[in-house]
């Protein structure tokens, strides 16, 4: 795999809140917050799962994003002052598996994601009404040099 850099990410909080992610393996890669005051166990992580060559050719790629959620328990603290410190009480993954065909081109690649992000982002049964300029992103899609960009469309090994 190419250099791997930090990943900034927004919530949807309003105002957006601002997550870096700094890798911490590239073995498998993966990313992790470092949030301050949060335990290891509940920063936000990304990994790339999979990026294998099927036996009829095409590339099968799996990204994963897990969202910890924390929760303290006895948060108006006991008549000493104790408030439990606070700790992970589900995760919420979301995993995204392409297959790309040994045909299919950059553009084939780089089309179905700008699909994807376009439904994932906002898209919506009225025309013009999405919150993303197709043009841009695809060109976003085709020529980003952000890692997941890049490890969707040329694999694991893109330089």
Known sequence: ????????????????VEFTLV???????????????????GQITIEMLANARLADGSNRRVLKLELPVMETLGASGTSAGYVAPPKVAYRVPVTITMVVPARAVTADAAN?????????????????????????VADAWKNGSGPFTRFMIYGEDAT
Do not use: E, F, Y
């Open 23 to 41: 890798p911490i393996t590239n073995d498998r890669p993966k990313w992790r917050a470092q949030v301050p005051g949060v335990p290891l166990d």
């Open 1 to 16: 795999m190419s250099q791997m850099t930090n990943i900034l990410v927004k919530d949807d909080s309003n105002p957006l």
């Open 112 to 136: 179905a994601l700008k699909l994807l992000a376009g439904a994932v982002a906002g898209a919506s049964s009225t025309t013009a009404t999405g919150t993303l300029d197709g043009a841009s």
